[in-house]
């Protein structure tokens, strides 16, 4: 554990990348296989099963440190972070009663054994652990433990100080690693494999990302995007992004959440059942209305995402298609280092060849000018679609968001003007500031809450807003009220809201 909380704490102290990065190789460099496959899993994302509820986590640490739970839970709303609360309340274990285990033994022998059973084995297995592990190591275990790793490193940054640890192409780590893994050193090996291995061929291509673009293009010349004849523009559906995989006998579907669909759609599997053996297509699935030809809202689509094995009324009721994007396997060879109009060419071939009102290329978008695409995109709302895919004709499919290449210009998000009633402070390093707003609408003379957000503010918004709610709120510590009903200028709640 002692290696694996100093990585944490290098991770946490530094915002540069450089900084992440070195850390992160000096980690891979030196720890044994069996603890490096777990800190790769925890820094992608992955979690333990549950061991124990927050309420009983303060519960044994104020047990276990002699403090009142009211100062726990005081402690615990001041400080914003559930594990550093559990760090600070305890105290050191003395030098002779440290436990130096490696990360793996942590995790496979005393913690997954308890995981789902009664609540005094549980309980047990975390004092023992608290007990044992000094300041730093012990924040790192508890970390583990809410399942709240979050250190500012991507996914990708992981795998990149894995690419350049290891010599191993990043776009194949990406690859391996899609889908469900379980920790071991044998997946370790097999990521790090140099040669190809069986189990490349049954996993999709990393999904190659557009970023969003929050400006109309330039007119040629005076923008990156340059002249319109330089893209490939297409509407950005809203459903959901897949790779359709046609590799030996079988065919297998993919979605962006690296979640495999097979069984769902079945009218889709059989379509692509069709085509020849060894291609990959990445593109939609979409709820289709194939009478009006336009797409069906996507809360149509969630209907069918949820059955595993839908039966005949589903599908009648919820037919689906396939927009395909891109061609980015042919005849087992690779396309995506070829550009994409080449790939856009051999795609739009290969569904002539294999026709199915299932499986249909995603139509492309001819504007003579960027002011023309601008008035397509201005359409978008009553055509069902979320706005403009902008992609680099000489592209080729990279992985992951790369910016540059590829762009998603959607629509101007609708916006209410709504009234901020309720206000609250938030976590973490924001635990001292109001960060989650509440808002509502007039119904008559009642305010009626018709939405709480969280997210969209950057720091130095939030710290705006914070100070102007301040300035308005009545006497709850931990609740902002606003009284619009006795303010002098009611209006003066009122904020907009983007949906």
């Avoid at 652990?129 to 508890?142: D, K, Q, S, V, Y």
């Avoid at 040629?220 to 559906?237: F, I, T």
């Avoid at 992985?399 to 998000?413: E, S, Y």
Wanted: glycine content about 8%; hydrophobic content about 45%; charged content about 25%.
């Amino acid at each position: 554990m002692r290696r694996f909380a100093a990585l944490y704490s290098a991770l946490d102290a530094s915002t540069a990348t450089l900084d992440k990065r070195a850390a992160l190789l000096a980690y891979f460099a030196a720890a044994p296989p069996e603890d490096a496959v777990w800190a790769l899993w925890f820094l992608t994302g992955g979690k333990l099963a549950r061991i124990a509820r927050s309420g009983e986590l303060r519960a044994w640490a104020a047990e276990a440190s002699g403090l009142p739970d009211w100062l726990v839970e005081d402690s615990y709303h001041h400080v914003g972070d559930l594990a550093e609360t559990l760090m600070l309340v305890l105290d050191d274990p003395a030098p002779e009663d440290v436990l130096d285990l490696p990360l793996h033994v942590w995790i496979e022998q005393r913690l997954r054994p308890v995981a789902g059973g009664d609540e005094g084995a549980r309980k047990a297995a975390v004092l023992a652990a608290w007990r044992g592990l000094p300041e730093t190591e012990r924040l790192a275990f508890n970390k583990l433990l809410t399942g709240a790793l979050r250190v500012g490193v991507s996914t990708r940054a992981v795998q990149q100080a894995l690419a350049e640890h290891s010599g191993i192409d990043i776009a194949r780590l990406a690859q391996r690693m899609l889908g469900d893994w379980t920790p071991s050193p044998a997946f370790l090996a097999n990521l790090l494999s140099a040669e190809a291995t069986a189990s490349d061929r049954e996993q999709p291509y990393p999904f190659f990302l557009a970023s969003p673009i929050e400006a109309a293009p330039a007119p040629p010349g005076e923008g990156a995007l340059a002249d319109v004849a330089d893209w490939q523009l297409e509407w950005k559906w809203d459903g959901i992004r897949l790779q359709l995989i046609r590799r030996g006998g079988t065919v297998a579907l993919w979605s962006r959440g690296e979640e495999r669909l097979d069984g769902r759609f079945p009218e889709i599997e059989a379509a692509a059942a069709a085509l020849p053996d060894g291609c990959v297509l990445d593109g939609e699935l979409l709820a289709w209305s194939h009478g009006e030809d336009r797409p069906l809202p996507f809360t149509a689509l969630q209907k069918r995402i949820q059955r595993r094995k839908p039966g005949a009324k589903l599908m009648a009721d919820c037919p689906v298609r396939v927009q395909a994007y891109d061609l980015l396997e042919e005849d087992g060879e690779d396309l995506r280092e070829r550009p994409l109009a080449e790939r856009r060419a051999r795609l739009e071939a290969l569904l002539a060849t294999y026709p199915d009102p299932l499986l249909v290329p995603s139509p492309v978008v001819v504007a003579a000018g960027w002011d023309e695409a601008a008035a397509l995109r201005d359409q978008a709302r009553t055509r069902c679609v979320e706005g403009l895919m902008l992609k680099r004709l000489d592209s080729p499919y990279r992985h992951g968001r790369v910016r540059g290449d590829w762009w998603k210009w959607k629509i101007d998000p609708l916006t209410v003007d709504a009234v901020l009633i309720y206000a609250q402070l938030g976590h973490g390093r924001r635990s001292t500031l109001f960060t989650d707003y509440t808002f509502g609408l007039w119904d008559g003379d009642a305010l009626v809450p018709i939405a709480k957000a969280y997210s969209g503010l950057d720091d130095a918004e939030i710290l705006k807003l914070d100070r102007w709610i301040r300035g308005k709120r009545t006497a709850i510590p931990d609740l902002c009220r606003f009284d619009t009903l006795t303010a002098s200028k009611p209006s003066s709640n009122t904020c907009s809201a983007r949906t």
